[in-house]
Every structure is written in C-alpha cells, then in structure tokens.
C-alpha cells in the first residue's frame, strides 16, 4: 500500500470515478509523473473506473506525457484541458457539451409590425431572409435576460421578456454541435431602430401581414410568428423551493 504522500491529491465521485485536485498538482514535472504513475496502480488496485485530471494553463506541458500514459482528451476551456483514462474497460465516461443555443425575439409593436432585421452577410445572397433579431447564449445567462439582450446589441430596441413561444433543434450547430433555437415573444419599450453595423445590414419594422403573405420570407419564422399571435405560449415562473438563488434557473411554463 502506497502512503497518502506518494499519491495525487484526489476525491472520489459518486460513479466510481476519482477526480485529480487541479490545484494541488506538483509544480515539477517529474514529480507530478512519478506521483501519476504511483496512484494509477493504487487506484487499479481500488477498482476505479475513470480517473478525471484537469491541467491549468500553466502546465499545458504536462499534456503529452498524460497521453502517454494513457489519457485522453474530454474537453477543454479557457483556463484547463481535462482528460479522462479509463481504468476499466468501456466504462462509460459523459461526454462533454455538445450542444449550442441561441435565441431569438418576436418584438410586436402598437401598430402590428414585427421587429426584423437581415444580417450584414446574407444581404447580397439571401436579399429577403428577414429574421428576427437574435443570437447566441452567454454562458451561464437566461433565455429571457439573452434575448432581450441581443435584440438591444442588433437593433437598438429595449423590450421586457413575454413569454416564451417555441424551438427547433438540429444538428448542424457551430463547431460540430448540435444547436437548439429559442424564440421568445417581447414588448418593446422603445422603438426606434439603430443597427449594429459589424453585423446588421438592416432592420426595420415590418407590417405582420405583409410578413406573413410573403412567400420569400422563411417558413420556418412565419410558423413562430403565427404562434406568437395566436398561442399562449410559455411563461417564465419562480419556485422558491426549487433553487437558493433566482438567477441559478428558469423555469417555463404554460399559462
């Protein structure tokens, strides 16, 4: 039995996994080798299943030497590269995100015109690819606080969040993801139109039935359109119970 000064500092998880403690791995690599080696045979010996090591920035150099010893590669973010070995034989390890979201805002004035805007790159190839206003998800940010904040950044039009209308999902999202769209319905609150012109090449505010009598406007957006008119929709709630902190969910549900 090997003493707990030969070892990697670790912590088991509920699956028969044992995570590496990032922040207490050893500054020299030989060090750190040696300790990775010696704790792999004792966790053999454990019967564990994965071993996750997450390396900081810092110690990138570390990387090929882990694949040698039979790591591979999870995923990575701005500050680590996690890898995962398994120590029994297909052992189910989760796969890392692979999923994008955006949004998109059905902005409905008094006079019964939709927000629209046509982005800046479409404008020469896809002349009448009017689309609502919208983007990608922040990390850890809201539907409601997203979309109300990128149809802000793309039009210059404040709104409050209405109700949520619908999605589609599929499977040709940015970075070989999967993507789920969002469009939600908002109320402006101011309405004059001001471009974001890195990406926007117009906007405007487009009377609903003409929109809907298009035939080169995209299906796709008239059938979300016709819900938001029409449907109820979805409405974000509170439920104390749920989660300490508001701003660690949403939850939506119909009317």
Request: glycine fraction near 6%; include cysteine; charge should be negative.
């Amino acid at each position: 039995m090997n003493s707990k000064t030969d070892l990697l500092e670790s912590e088991y998880n509920p699956y028969g996994g044992v995570i590496i403690i990032s922040q207490a791995l050893p500054d020299v690599l030989d060090d750190f080798i040696v300790k990775l080696q010696i704790s792999l045979a004792q966790w053999e010996i454990e019967k564990i299943k994965v071993v996750w090591l997450s390396l900081p920035i810092d110690k990138a150099n570390y990387i090929p030497h882990v694949l040698d010893l039979g790591f591979e590669n999870h995923h990575c973010s701005r500050r680590f590269f996690t890898l995962t070995k398994r120590l029994e034989k297909d052992t189910l390890v989760p796969p890392f995100a692979n999923h994008t979201i955006g949004v998109g805002g059905i902005v409905i004035n008094h006079k019964n015109e939709v927000l629209t805007i046509r982005e800046k790159a479409h404008l020469e190839k896809y002349p009448h690819n009017w689309k609502f206003p919208g983007g990608m998800l922040d990390p850890y940010e809201h539907f409601s606080t997203g979309v109300m904040r990128e149809v802000l950044e793309e039009t210059n039009i404040q709104t409050t969040f209405n109700r949520f209308v619908g999605f589609r999902h599929h499977h040709k999202g940015q970075f070989a993801t999967s993507n789920i769209y969002a469009v939600c319905r908002l109320t402006p609150i101011t309405h004059d139109i001001s471009i974001q012109e890195s990406e926007i090449g117009d906007a405007r505010w487009f009377p609903i039935d003409e929109y809907l009598a298009d035939d080169k406007v995209g299906q796709y957006n008239q059938q979300m359109l016709k819900k938001a008119l029409d449907d109820k929709g979805l409405i974000s709630i509170r439920i104390p119970s749920y989660l300490r902190a508001d701003e660690n969910y949403e939850v939506f549900i119909p009317e």
